[in-house]
Each structure stands twice: as C-alpha cells, then as structure tokens.
C-alpha cells in the first residue's frame, strides 16, 4: 500500500519529507522493523519510540509516525500526528481494509468474567452451526476445541488485533467474534477502527486503579466501548451493577438495550437459583416465559455470566433452546472456579480483585459442607493499584474460616512489602487462622497440614496463569500443578 493511500483519511498535522513510498508492514518495535514498514513512534510510560527512530530506519522503516520531528540521517517521510499511541489504530485498520466491519464483532467488557462470557458466546454460535473466532486473556482461538494462540494482552496492540481480524475473515472464513475488550485497550485505542455490533457489561468494580486512577476515570475507559455503538447495533447490561444507569446513558440512540440480573428488575433475570457440588441450578425468565437451567459451572458469578451470554444471544435473534443447550453442556474455562483436588476441594481461580474475591469465596462457601471449612490462599500484584491489597484481606478474612497470604506476582515489589499491605485490611492475626508465607509453592504445600478432607480450599489471584513475575526473572509457575502434586491421591 502507498503511503498517501495510507494516511488518506488520517487527521495529521503535518508531513515532513514527504515520498509516496511503498508500505509493507507495520511496526512499533525497532528491534523487530523489516524492510517497507512504516515504524509508530509510541510515547510510553517509560520509553519514547522517537528515541528508537535511527533504529528502525537501519532495520528497513520507509516512514515514520511521529508526535514531533526526528532527526534522523535518512530524509524519509515523517507523518505527524498529535498521538501516535491513538493514531496507531488508524494506521493499522487502513492497511489491513477494515476487517471488522466484515464481521460480527461482539466486545465484552468489565473487570469480571470478560474471559468466561467470550468463551459461553463461543459456543452458543457453534451450537448454533455458525462458526466464532474468540480474542482475549488467553490469546486467540478459532473454535471452541481449538487451541490457543499466544496473546500478550487481554486486547492485542492495533495491528496485530487488526492483522488477525483479517486473518480470521479470509484465510478461515469466519464471520463471528467474540473479543475482550480491557479498559486500557479503550483507553488506549487499541481498539480503534473497529466496528463492534454488540458490546456487553459484565460488571464494573475496583480495578487497575494504579493506571486509572479514579472509578470515574476507569468507568469513562468502559464507557467508550458503549459509546462507539451505531444505530441497529445492541448493548447488553448488567441491570444488578451499581454503574449501570450511568452505562445505559451513554449508549447512543437507535441502538438496541437489553439487561440481565438477579436483584434488579431486568429483560433477562434468574430466580430459584439454589448450588450444589453438580454446578448451579435456576430458573431463567423471559418475556418468552419460563425456563429450567442447569449447569456444570458453579457460583452466583457463574449465573451472571450465563445471563450475559443468554442475553446476548437473544439480542441476535438466536432460539434460546440452542443458547441453553450450549450453556449447559459448558465445563467451565480453565483457571475459572477450576476444580483440581477432589479431597479436599481444591478451587483454583483467577479471582485478583476485590470483588472477585468476595464471589468467589462466597460462591465456595455455599458448596462447603457443614462440618468442612472455607480455607483461601491468596496473594496480591505488584506495581498493581494497592488500595486493594487490605480489601482483599478483610475480605478473605471475612468470608473463609482460614486464610494462607503469599506472594502472586510481586514484578519489582518486595512481597513482604505487598504481605504486609494485605495484613493492614485484617482485624487480627491469630495463627489458628492466619497463616503466612511468602513462597507461593511452599504455601501451597502448606495446605497439605492445613486442609482436612472435607474442607474446600480456593487458591485465588492466577487462576489459568503458567508463569510467576519476579523481581529479577518470570519463572514457570501453576497453581493447578503445584495443588495437584501436593494432593496427588486425590486429583481430579
């Protein structure tokens, strides 16, 4: 593609040394530049591409996007634009021809259960005989039985999100997505240049706060999602989250509204829901009547994020039947409420967030039998938001009978630093009930001596992780590996 064709509908503000070369690629990485790309100087938190200009220009970068000029040795195009970490977005839709508004793109957001709502859409739309294509935390897959493939973030940088879109319609034919969409990738515009169809709220609680900020900050990130929807598209919201109107406000006219709840009078609403061992059963109601559900998944969180996708499905006009049949053949998705140990129960979830925690523990605590106990080992990240560290801990200690407070991944912070910010929350620490260990594997042996075999014990904070974030290194690190050779007798 040339590059007048390529910043044809770009808002810059200038062009420097402008040729109409040949564009091959896109790239923001000098290390990783080939001959034709045009190289995206991003300005980040902690590097400047423009410092890195001269590098993609020896490594083969025939022009450069720019927030200021760079003085290179090379005379060769230079567009400037206000915001490359916005504008990349534009770039990477244009060279790769809009691939979204080739598809049906859903975008799932909130701080919980984005993961496991993309996975119920997924398949509804294969029990449904129509392929999806699913982009988030895990990566990317193309079916439901498929494997994943590598992601470095919930939502990819542009041109790689776009790079795949296009993959997904043309090389295999598939015309349905499902994709988390992270509030830093809207913040960011990773997302930019794609046309959603239909945007769902999971729900919306303390996150990332260390990024942005403030509630209202991470809420305005959500909101974008919501924001960008176009008349005939539909937004799906959960009716129960105390940041709903405020999401219901923003979507634009002509767009279709649907909600789901338990509490709140919703389109969508579950009622009688009663846990056991088996999963969760209850009875779904809509303006179509009533309807047993009954799944292998468990937790009132489970319920949510079925609603969601049961919404969903019937804002694109899909025969409940099929959604329900879909949903209640799911298993569950990996490092989600993951049973691994039968004796005791050993749960292993992703739960990293305050709420997270509290419906987890909750949702384990309605399956604890009389005579076992609620036991959590948890730990918090580092370089993360750490006001949450102390409502974490007040919260496990709340809810479990016996808590293990370790390390989860401490990046450049000192883990007894993170340990202690967690012990602040707790009104006492009695031994009979409090147990610490900074060694996230010696802790989970710990259990061995802690649990009886009629306890249930939710290991919380990395869920499907494989990896461990030091200080100095990031280490092969998994949670259902580590319980499973502690309690090797008894693994599921």
Known sequence: MKLDELIEHLDYKDLINFKNVEISGISYNSKTTKTGDIFICLTGEYTDGHEYASMAIENG??????ERKVD???????VVVSSTRHKIADIADRFY????????????????????VTHLIQKIFEENNQKCALIGTLGYKLSSNGEYRDAKHTTPQAPELQATLRMIKDVEKIDNVVMEVSSH??????????SFNGAILTNLTQDHLDYHITMDNYFEAKALLFKGLKEEDFAVINADDSYSERFLAVVPEGVRKLTYGVKNSADVMAKNIEFSLNGAEFTLVTKDGEFPVNLHMNGMFSVYNVLAAVTASIAMGIEL?????????VKGVAGRFEAVVKKPLVIVDYAHTPDGLENVLNSAREITP??????????????????????????????ADKIVITSDNPRSEDPQTIITD???????????????EPDRGHAIALLKTIA??????????????????????????DDREEAKKVFEGSVI
């Not at 290179?72 to 230079?78: A, F, L, M, R």
């Open 61 to 66: 970068a025939a022009a450069l996007l720019v």
């Open 185 to 194: 990738a809207l913040e960011q515009n990773r997302v930019g240049g794609c």
């Open 72 to 78: 290179v040795d090379k005379k060769i195009p230079q």
């Open 452 to 477: 009886a075999n009629n306890d249930v014990v939710v290991i919380a904070g990395k869920g499907h992780e494989d990896y461990q974030i030091l200080k100095d290194r990031t280490i092969h690190f």
């Open 321 to 329: 039947k099929v959604a329900l049949k879909a949903l209640e053949n």
């Open 97 to 116: 021809s809009n691939p979204s508004r080739g598809i049906n793109l859903l975008g799932i957001t909130g701080t919980n259960g984005k993961t496991t």
């Open 370 to 399: 009389k005579d076992g106990k609620l036991i959590c080992l948890f730990g918090c990240g580092g370089d993360r938001d750490a006001t949450k560290r102390p409502k974490m801990g007040a919260i496990a200690e709340k809810i």
């Open 422 to 436: 967690i012990i602040a929350g707790l009104k006492s620490t009695n031994p009979d009930k409090v147990t610490v």
